[in-house]
C-alpha cells in the first residue's frame, strides 16, 4: 500500500508548524527549513515549485516527523501491520526520560505510542510490566512471550489482508471542518483507493497531536469499514424529501459514529469524543424515546461487536427497527411506541418533517381548536400530536389564536 500526501497539505502544515515551534523558542528546525527554502527564490520561476516541494516533503516526512501521525494511525486500526519494535515500551520511556528533548514533540509522540501500543493485541499492559518486574517463574515468561508471538502474528496477518485490498492512502488539505473525513474511491473497481482530507491546521501544534491522532484513527476506522466485507457498505439510495433525507443521513452518521467509537474503546484507544459526550448527541436526537428505553437502546448499541451498514440505515430511517433491537419487547406496547414524536418525523396533520412537535394539544389548546381538527381528521386523536405551525393553524381558524 502507498501513502503519499498532497503538496498542499504538506506546505501549509510545515508553515504552520515551523511558525508554532519558532515562538515557542525552538528556532532549530525554523531557521534549517529557512536555510533551505530562501534560496529557491533565486532560481528561474518555472523551477521554484518543484523546489519548494522538495524542501516540504522533506520536512513533512523527514524532520518534523508528520506524516507519522498518518502511519501510526493506519497501525492502531489494524490497516497496515504494526511495524515491529525492538524496544518494549518501558525501555522507551527510560530513554525518552534520560534524553533531552530536541523539539516540543516529544511528549505527544511518546502519549501516541503508548496509545497505539495499548490498542495492539498481544501487547497488552501485563506483558509490558513483565519487562520491569521480576517474573515469578522463567517458564511463565516464555509462556507469556509465546502468546504474545502468536497475537502479534494473528494482528499481523489481519491488517496485511486490508494492506493488500487496498491500492493507495491519499491525505489532502481539508478546506474546512465539514471538508474533513475520510472516503474511499473505486471500490467497486476492486481497487480502493481511501482518501483521507483533514486541516493542515491540526498539525500545527505537536501539544495537540493527541487530538490529531483522535481524529486520524477515528476517520480511518470509517475507511476500514468501507472496505470491510463484513461490513458491507454501498452508497444506498435514501428516499424522501430532502428534510428527511438530511435527517436520515444525520442519524446514520450518529449510529456510525458510536459504532466506531465503541470498538475503539474496546481495543483502549482514545476516539474523538468519549461515551458520555456520544450519549449527548444520541439524547438529542432521540428524547422523545423514555429515558429508561433511550439509555437502554444505546448501551446495548455501543456493546454490539458487528454491525453492517444496512443495520444502521435501517435503524437510522426507522425507529421501530432500533427499537425492536435493543428494547425488551414487554417494556413497550405498539401503541406507545406509536406516539413518540422524533424530530423529523411527519406530521399526522400536514405530512411534512416536524422538528417541533405539539405532543398533546388538548392539553394547551380550547376545545374548539380540537373540534376544528377532528372535523378535518376525524381518526385524530390529542396524543397523536401536530407540528406548531398546524396547531397555529387551527386555533385561527377556531377563532382563539
Known amino acids: 500500500m502507498k501513502v503519499s500526501y498532497s503538496a ?18 525552538y528556532r532549530s528546525d525554523y531557521d534549517e527549513f529557512h536555510s533551505l527554502a530562501d534560496p529557491i527564490y533565486e532560481l528561474p520561476e518555472d523551477d521554484r515549485e518543484t523546489a519548494f516541494e522538495k524542501v516540504n516533503r522533506l520536512f513533512f516526512l523527514e524532520r518534523l516527523k ?24 518501558s525501555a522507551l520511556v527510560e530513554k525518552t526520560e534520560s534524553e533531552e528533548p530536541k523539539s516540543l514533540e516529544a511528549a505527544p509522540e511518546e502519549a501516541l505510542e503508548q496509545q497505539v501500543e495499548a490498542s495492539a493485541e498481544g501487547e497488552d499492559i501485563e506483558a509490558e510490566e513483565g519487562v520491569t518486574a521480576i517474573a515469578e517463574t522463567e517458564e511463565d515468561e516464555a509462556e507469556e512471550e509465546d502468546e504474545a508471538e502468536q497475537n502479534d502474528e494473528i494482528s499481523y496477518d489481519l491488517a496485511r489482508e486490508f494492506e493488500e485490498r487496498i491500492k493507495e492512502v491519499v491525505v489532502k488539505r481539508g478546506i474546512n471542518k465539514v471538508d474533513e473525513g475520510s472516503n474511499v474511491l473505486n471500490r467497486v473497481s476492486g481497487n480502493p483507493i481511501i482518501e483521507m482530507r483533514v486541516l493542515a491546521s491540526r498539525f500545527s501544534n505537536p ?11 477515528h476517520e480511518f476506522m470509517h475507511a476500514k469499514d468501507m472496505v470491510d466485507p463484513e461490513f458491507d457498505y454501498e452508497d444506498a439510495f435514501i428516499p424522501g424529501n430532502p428534510s428527511v433525507k438530511n435527517l436520515i443521513t444525520a442519524r446514520f452518521k450518529l449510529l456510525w459514529n458510536m459504532y466506531v467509537d465503541s470498538r475503539l474503546a474496546r481495543m483502549g484507544v482514545v476516539s474523538v ?34 454491525l453492517t451498514h444496512e443495520e444502521l440505515l435501517s435503524m437510522a430511517t426507522d425507529l421501530d427497527t432500533l427499537m425492536s433491537k435493543y428494547v425488551d419487547p414487554g417494556e413497550m406496547t405498539d401503541e406507545e411506541k406509536d406516539y413518540i414524536h422524533l424530530q423529523g418525523s411527519p406530521c399526522p396533520l400536514c405530512k411534512f418533517p416536524t422538528y417541533n412537535w405539539v405532543d398533546d394539544p388538548e392539553s394547551i389548546c380550547d376545545e374548539m381548536v380540537i373540534e376544528a381538527i377532528q372535523i378535518d381528521f376525524p381518526d385524530w386523536e390529542s396524543r397523536d400530536g401536530g407540528c406548531d405551525r398546524c396547531i397555529e393553524v387551527y386555533e385561527l381558524r377556531a377563532g382563539v389564536g
Open 66 to 89: 508528520l506524516g507519522d501521525h498518518v502511519l501510526r494511525a493506519l497501525e492502531a486500526v489494524g490497516l497496515i501491520p504494526k511495524r515491529k519494535r525492538t524496544v518494549r515500551k
Open 8 to 25: 498542499q497539505l504538506m506546505e501549509e502544515s510545515v508553515f504552520r508548524h515551523l511558525n508554532h515551534l519558532e515562538r515557542s523558542g
Open 207 to 217: 501539544e495537540e497531536a493527541q487530538e490529531l491522532d483522535a481524529f486520524l484513527i
Open 273 to 306: 469524543l468519549p461515551k458520555e459526550s456520544r450519549y449527548r448527541e444520541f439524547d438529542n436526537f432521540y428524547r422523545k424515546i423514555p429515558d429508561k428505553q433511550r439509555r437502554g437502546i444505546f448501551e446495548g448499541l455501543w456493546v454490539t461487536e458487528k
